[in-house]
Protein backbone atom coordinates (compact mmCIF):
# COMPACT_ATOMS: atom_id res chain seq x y z
CA UNK A 1 0.00 0.00 0.00
CA UNK A 2 1.52 3.24 -0.75
CA UNK A 3 0.36 6.40 0.81
CA UNK A 4 1.08 9.60 -0.70
CA UNK A 5 2.98 12.39 0.45
CA UNK A 6 0.63 15.17 2.61
CA UNK A 7 2.33 17.95 0.01
CA UNK A 8 2.68 15.83 -3.05
CA UNK A 9 1.57 17.81 -6.19
CA UNK A 10 2.12 21.37 -4.03
CA UNK A 11 3.93 24.06 -5.50
CA UNK A 12 5.51 26.30 -2.56
CA UNK A 13 7.94 29.65 -2.94
CA UNK A 14 9.91 30.48 0.19
CA UNK A 15 11.81 33.37 0.41
CA UNK A 16 15.59 33.77 2.25
CA UNK A 17 15.63 29.87 1.97
CA UNK A 18 19.45 29.67 1.57
CA UNK A 19 19.69 29.39 4.83
CA UNK A 20 18.33 29.61 8.74
CA UNK A 21 14.72 29.17 8.73
CA UNK A 22 13.82 29.40 5.24
CA UNK A 23 16.35 26.92 4.44
CA UNK A 24 15.06 24.05 7.23
CA UNK A 25 11.53 24.97 5.88
CA UNK A 26 12.63 24.12 2.24
CA UNK A 27 13.86 20.90 3.42
CA UNK A 28 11.70 19.59 5.07
CA UNK A 29 8.27 20.78 3.05
CA UNK A 30 10.39 18.85 0.55
CA UNK A 31 10.82 15.86 2.29
CA UNK A 32 6.71 15.94 2.59
CA UNK A 33 6.30 15.96 -1.29
CA UNK A 34 5.92 19.56 -2.11
CA UNK A 35 8.31 21.57 -4.97
CA UNK A 36 9.93 24.35 -3.49
CA UNK A 37 10.78 27.47 -5.27
CA UNK A 38 14.16 28.57 -3.22
CA UNK A 39 14.49 32.32 -2.94
CA UNK A 40 17.65 33.89 -2.21
CA UNK A 41 19.78 36.76 -2.96
CA UNK A 42 22.59 34.93 -3.40
CA UNK A 43 23.29 32.24 -5.85
CA UNK A 44 25.19 30.04 -3.87
CA UNK A 45 23.03 29.66 -0.96
CA UNK A 46 20.07 28.89 -3.28
CA UNK A 47 22.09 26.41 -5.16
CA UNK A 48 22.83 24.64 -1.69
CA UNK A 49 19.78 24.82 -0.91
CA UNK A 50 18.11 23.04 -4.12
CA UNK A 51 21.23 20.77 -4.15
CA UNK A 52 20.38 19.55 -0.69
CA UNK A 53 16.61 19.62 -1.90
CA UNK A 54 17.28 17.09 -5.15
CA UNK A 55 19.71 14.97 -3.37
CA UNK A 56 17.88 13.99 -1.10
CA UNK A 57 14.84 12.95 -3.96
CA UNK A 58 12.84 16.03 -3.75
CA UNK A 59 11.76 18.97 -6.27
CA UNK A 60 13.02 22.51 -6.25
CA UNK A 61 13.45 25.61 -8.33
CA UNK A 62 16.26 28.20 -7.83
CA UNK A 63 15.06 31.54 -7.94
CA UNK A 64 17.62 33.91 -7.66
CA UNK A 65 15.64 37.50 -7.19
CA UNK A 66 16.00 40.50 -5.37
CA UNK A 67 12.52 40.41 -3.39
CA UNK A 68 13.08 43.91 -1.63
CA UNK A 69 12.17 45.33 -4.91
CA UNK A 70 8.17 45.17 -5.88
CA UNK A 71 9.59 43.97 -9.22
CA UNK A 72 11.81 41.70 -7.97
CA UNK A 73 9.22 40.11 -5.83
CA UNK A 74 7.00 39.45 -8.74
CA UNK A 75 9.85 37.85 -10.72
CA UNK A 76 10.24 35.73 -8.13
CA UNK A 77 6.35 34.46 -7.64
CA UNK A 78 5.79 34.35 -11.49
CA UNK A 79 9.49 32.71 -12.30
CA UNK A 80 8.60 29.65 -9.80
CA UNK A 81 4.60 29.35 -10.64
CA UNK A 82 5.48 29.43 -14.68
CA UNK A 83 8.25 26.50 -13.91
CA UNK A 84 6.23 24.39 -11.04
CA UNK A 85 2.85 25.29 -13.20
CA UNK A 86 0.96 26.06 -10.17
CA UNK A 87 1.28 28.21 -7.01
CA UNK A 88 -0.17 26.50 -3.14
CA UNK A 89 1.69 28.60 -0.90
CA UNK A 90 3.89 30.95 0.27
CA UNK A 91 6.42 31.68 3.13
CA UNK A 92 7.68 35.31 3.20
CA UNK A 93 10.68 34.64 5.33
CA UNK A 94 13.68 37.03 4.00
CA UNK A 95 14.67 39.74 6.59
CA UNK A 96 17.65 41.98 7.07
CA UNK A 97 18.29 42.57 10.38
CA UNK A 98 20.44 45.50 12.03
CA UNK A 99 19.80 46.32 15.91
CA UNK A 100 21.05 49.98 16.85
CA UNK A 101 20.22 52.22 19.79
CA UNK A 102 17.87 54.87 19.15
CA UNK A 103 20.19 57.33 18.86
CA UNK A 104 22.11 55.61 16.39
CA UNK A 105 19.70 55.08 13.96
CA UNK A 106 20.35 55.22 10.04
CA UNK A 107 18.17 56.10 7.69
CA UNK A 108 20.08 53.52 5.03
CA UNK A 109 18.98 50.86 7.92
CA UNK A 110 15.65 51.71 8.32
CA UNK A 111 15.15 51.91 4.85
CA UNK A 112 16.50 48.41 3.62
CA UNK A 113 14.94 46.45 6.31
CA UNK A 114 11.37 47.91 5.73
CA UNK A 115 12.17 47.39 1.62
CA UNK A 116 13.02 43.45 2.62
CA UNK A 117 10.76 42.97 5.63
CA UNK A 118 7.39 45.86 5.34
CA UNK A 119 7.60 45.96 1.83
CA UNK A 120 8.68 42.97 0.92
CA UNK A 121 5.79 41.15 2.28
CA UNK A 122 3.25 43.28 1.08
CA UNK A 123 4.53 42.73 -2.44
CA UNK A 124 4.72 39.17 -1.54
CA UNK A 125 1.16 38.96 -0.69
CA UNK A 126 -0.04 40.88 -3.74
CA UNK A 127 2.49 38.89 -6.09
CA UNK A 128 1.20 35.19 -4.80
CA UNK A 129 -2.54 36.32 -4.44
CA UNK A 130 -2.64 36.85 -8.19
CA UNK A 131 -1.00 33.94 -8.99
CA UNK A 132 -2.82 31.44 -6.78
CA UNK A 133 -5.82 29.74 -9.09
CA UNK A 134 -7.40 27.84 -5.85
CA UNK A 135 -7.25 27.68 -2.17
CA UNK A 136 -3.91 28.84 -0.76
CA UNK A 137 -1.47 29.48 2.28
CA UNK A 138 0.83 32.49 3.01
CA UNK A 139 2.38 32.38 6.11
CA UNK A 140 4.43 35.21 7.21
CA UNK A 141 7.76 34.99 9.54
CA UNK A 142 6.81 37.85 12.10
CA UNK A 143 8.94 37.35 15.36
CA UNK A 144 8.28 37.62 19.40
CA UNK A 145 10.28 40.73 19.17
CA UNK A 146 6.90 42.01 17.77
CA UNK A 147 4.61 41.14 21.07
CA UNK A 148 8.15 41.66 23.64
CA UNK A 149 10.92 43.85 23.00
CA UNK A 150 15.00 43.43 23.70
CA UNK A 151 17.15 46.72 24.00
CA UNK A 152 18.34 48.35 20.87
CA UNK A 153 15.36 46.81 18.67
CA UNK A 154 13.18 50.06 17.94
CA UNK A 155 13.06 49.20 13.94
CA UNK A 156 13.14 45.40 14.23
CA UNK A 157 10.52 45.30 16.72
CA UNK A 158 7.99 47.93 14.85
CA UNK A 159 8.94 45.99 12.17
CA UNK A 160 7.32 42.98 13.44
CA UNK A 161 4.53 44.31 14.72
CA UNK A 162 3.35 45.62 11.28
CA UNK A 163 3.58 41.97 10.35
CA UNK A 164 1.20 40.61 12.30
CA UNK A 165 -1.01 43.21 11.48
CA UNK A 166 -0.72 42.97 7.79
CA UNK A 167 -1.59 39.50 8.43
CA UNK A 168 -4.39 39.83 10.33
CA UNK A 169 -5.58 42.55 7.59
CA UNK A 170 -4.90 40.16 4.76
CA UNK A 171 -6.72 37.41 6.24
CA UNK A 172 -9.99 39.72 5.84
CA UNK A 173 -9.54 40.91 2.63
CA UNK A 174 -8.27 37.39 1.09
CA UNK A 175 -10.81 35.21 2.60
CA UNK A 176 -13.55 35.37 0.15
CA UNK A 177 -10.31 33.98 -2.72
CA UNK A 178 -9.57 30.60 0.41
CA UNK A 179 -6.46 31.91 0.76
CA UNK A 180 -5.29 32.08 3.92
CA UNK A 181 -2.63 34.11 5.72
CA UNK A 182 -1.05 33.34 9.10
CA UNK A 183 2.29 34.19 10.59
CA UNK A 184 4.86 32.70 12.88
CA UNK A 185 6.62 34.76 15.72
CA UNK A 186 9.77 32.77 16.65
CA UNK A 187 11.74 34.23 19.73
CA UNK A 188 15.65 34.23 19.89
CA UNK A 189 16.75 31.15 16.98
CA UNK A 190 19.96 30.63 16.21
CA UNK A 191 20.55 30.85 12.68
CA UNK A 192 23.68 31.90 10.04
CA UNK A 193 22.38 35.00 9.96
CA UNK A 194 21.63 36.29 13.61
CA UNK A 195 25.16 35.21 14.79
CA UNK A 196 26.08 38.65 14.62
CA UNK A 197 23.54 39.66 16.87
CA UNK A 198 24.18 36.54 19.87
CA UNK A 199 26.26 36.56 22.81
CA UNK A 200 26.75 33.69 25.55
CA UNK A 201 25.21 35.71 28.14
CA UNK A 202 22.37 37.17 26.57
CA UNK A 203 21.22 33.70 24.97
CA UNK A 204 21.53 32.62 28.90
CA UNK A 205 19.56 35.31 29.96
CA UNK A 206 16.40 34.05 27.15
CA UNK A 207 16.93 30.76 28.18
CA UNK A 208 16.44 31.20 32.04
CA UNK A 209 13.27 33.68 30.92
CA UNK A 210 11.67 30.50 28.95
CA UNK A 211 9.34 27.95 30.38
CA UNK A 212 10.97 25.16 27.91
CA UNK A 213 14.24 26.02 29.03
CA UNK A 214 15.98 26.45 25.64
CA UNK A 215 16.16 28.38 22.22
CA UNK A 216 14.10 27.70 19.70
CA UNK A 217 15.94 25.46 16.74
CA UNK A 218 15.19 26.46 12.83
CA UNK A 219 13.36 22.87 12.92
CA UNK A 220 10.99 23.89 15.69
CA UNK A 221 10.24 27.10 13.22
CA UNK A 222 9.52 24.99 10.00
CA UNK A 223 7.27 22.23 11.52
CA UNK A 224 5.04 25.32 12.68
CA UNK A 225 5.16 26.61 9.00
CA UNK A 226 4.15 23.73 7.20
CA UNK A 227 1.18 23.57 10.01
CA UNK A 228 0.19 26.77 9.24
CA UNK A 229 0.48 25.50 5.28
CA UNK A 230 -0.87 22.45 5.29
CA UNK A 231 -4.20 20.95 5.37
CA UNK A 232 -4.37 20.58 9.31
CA UNK A 233 -5.11 24.40 9.65
CA UNK A 234 -7.64 25.07 6.67
CA UNK A 235 -10.20 27.03 9.12
CA UNK A 236 -7.26 29.06 10.53
CA UNK A 237 -6.73 32.35 9.23
CA UNK A 238 -5.20 35.55 10.77
CA UNK A 239 -3.41 34.05 13.30
CA UNK A 240 -0.39 34.60 14.78
CA UNK A 241 1.08 31.91 15.95
CA UNK A 242 4.08 32.69 18.51
CA UNK A 243 6.87 29.30 18.48
CA UNK A 244 8.77 30.59 21.75
CA UNK A 245 9.07 27.77 24.02
CA UNK A 246 6.28 30.23 26.11
CA UNK A 247 9.38 33.06 26.59
CA UNK A 248 6.21 35.70 25.26
CA UNK A 249 4.09 35.01 27.78
CA UNK A 250 6.28 34.18 31.15
CA UNK A 251 7.06 36.49 33.88
CA UNK A 252 9.99 34.15 35.12
Not at 118 to 132: D, E, N, S
Not at 188 to 209: K, L, W, Y
Amino acid sequence: MTTSLPFAGKAILITGAGNGIGKATALHLASLGATIGVNDLRPNFVDGTVAEIIAAGGQAVAITQDVASRDGMFAAVNDFADAAGRLDGMVNNAAWVRYQALPDIAPETVDRMLNIGFKGIIWGMQAATARMTGPGSIVNVASAAGLRSTPSSIVYSGIKAAVMGMTRAAAVDLGALQIRVNAIAPSATPTEGTMRNRDADRDAHRIAQTPLGRLGTVDDMARAITFLLSGDSLYITGQVLSVDGGISTSFL
